[in-house]
């Protein structure tokens, strides 16, 4: 009970919020440009409203559940998801954290992937509106 009482502060700390509103930057399909972990030009993700957050599922085998969280001047989103065990990918299973930031023209991702060791691979990723895709 008190571990949800710490989470639940945490969170209200944070500023996190389920507003359709301040997902709207988000919401849509989007073409990856950019990769610390290697050039993906088919790599795509899209971002819908789901339940009461938000859902992006990329089209390499992960998917992540996320919610708003607002700061001074900025609106992220922040969440935890997977990578489906039937992928075939390295990462299979693995649990990952995300990170997402519309600067006006681009979102900017920051991924963790826990991996057996206990150390995360972090992931740097660039994306653009997904021009094929109305």
Same mark, same amino acid.
């Given at each position: ?26 919401? %849509? ?5 950019? /990769?610390?972990? &290697? ?8 971002? +819908? @409203?789901? %339940? ?5 599922? /990329?089209?390499? &085998? ?8 607002? +700061? @001074? ?9 997977i990578w489906d065990p039937q992928t075939g990918s390295t990462d299979?299973? +693995? ?28 992931i740097h990723a660039n994306f653009v509106r997904d021009p094929s895709?109305?």
């Amino acid at each position: 009970m008190r571990f949800l009482m710490l989470i639940a502060a945490l969170i209200s700390m944070l500023g996190v919020e389920r507003s359709h509103a301040q997902i709207e930057p988000f919401t %849509g399909h989007w073409l990856q440009t950019f /990769s610390t972990a &290697g050039d993906c030009p088919t790599c795509r993700i899209s971002i +819908r @409203p789901e %339940g009461d957050g938000f859902e992006v599922v /990329s089209n390499n &085998g992960w998917s992540a559940s996320v919610a708003t969280t607002t +700061r @001074p001047g900025e609106v992220s989103v922040i969440g935890t998801g997977i990578w489906d065990p039937q992928t075939g990918s390295t990462d299979l299973g +693995r649990k990952l954290r995300l990170f997402l930031l519309f600067d006006g023209q681009s979102l900017i991702m920051q991924m963790a992937i826990g991996q057996e060791d206990g150390q995360q691979q972090l992931i740097h990723a660039n994306f653009v509106r997904d021009p094929s895709v109305r």
